[in-house]
T-cell receptor, first 115, second 113 residues
Framework: EAGVVQSPRYKIIEKKQPVAFWCNPISGHNTLYWYLQNLGQGPELLIRYENEEAVDDSQLPKDRFSAERLKGVDSTLKIQPAELGDSAVYLC?????????????FGPGTRLTVL | LAKTTQPVSMDSYEGQEVNITCSHNNIATNDYITWYQQFPSQGPRFIIQGYKTKVTNEVASLFIPADRKSSTLSLPRVSLSDTAVYYCLVGPHRGGATNKLIFGTGTLLAVQP
């Protein structure tokens, strides 16, 4: 069975440009997470979806970040405009149910570099 | 969500047993303890989960004392490939109240030959 798929793996853009990341979760997983990970730090939750609904987006900087999960499957995370401080790895994960105790399956991440 | 505290880093040699302790003094009754492993350029991977006493799988053991205010991840006979960052998470299982998922900075385990 395929794991969580993310694309692109790497992205280099200039500041003020828009960028989008795509995630395809494991089939049948209702919960999808987007995390941001800075070098030397653990993943930080940006948003969590249960099916199509964003149930926790309190950490998402809504002035420049947006996310969607149409039809409750694939998801896209967008940044517009990107800033230098957005350089990080963006991880997508999915799980069958929601909860810290539910096993999350992570994708390889997208490494974003903003110049 | 219970806050966790782990050592920033640990060193070991191949073949040794490694024990990584996580403190979670404010753990709630319905919280579980979950450990993840992360290699460079990869997302975290689930290792083991427990609620109390001892849990063992093919990769590791998890020891949880009766008061559940701490837990210890035990890796038997580590190899170079066990060099990674290990995260301890504490929170409700299968839903419950919405909580932030906090990985913290984790413990960087460096295994030497």
């Amino acid at each position: 069975e395929a794991g969580v798929v993310q694309s692109p793996r790497y992205k280099i853009i200039e500041k003020k440009q828009p960028v989008a990341f795509w995630c395809n979760p494991i089939s049948g997983h209702n919960t999808l997470y987007w995390y941001l990970q800075n070098l030397g730090q653990g993943p930080e939750l940006l948003i969590r979806y249960e099916n199509e609904e964003a149930v926790d987006d309190s950490q998402l900087p809504k002035d420049r970040f947006s996310a969607e999960r149409l039809k409750g499957v694939d998801s896209t995370l967008k940044i517009q405009p990107a800033e230098l401080g957005d350089s990080a790895v963006y991880l997508c994960a999915s799980s069958q149910l929601a909860g810290v105790g539910d096993e999350q399956f992570f994708g390889p991440g997208t490494r974003l570099t903003v110049l | 969500l219970a806050k966790t505290t782990q050592p920033v880093s640990m060193d070991s040699y191949e073949g040794q047993e490694v024990n990584i302790t996580c403190s979670h003094n404010n753990i709630a009754t319905n919280d579980y303890i979950t450990w993840y492993q992360q290699f460079p350029s990869q997302g975290p991977r689930f290792i083991i989960q427990g609620y109390k006493t001892k849990v063992t799988n093919e990769v590791a053991s998890l020891f949880i004392p009766a008061d559940r205010k701490s837990s210890t991840l035990s890796l038997p006979r580590v190899s170079l490939s066990d060099t990674a960052v290990y995260y301890c998470l504490v929170g409700p299982h299968r839903g419950g109240a919405t909580n932030k998922l906090i990985f913290g900075t984790g413990t960087l385990l460096a295994v030497q030959p």
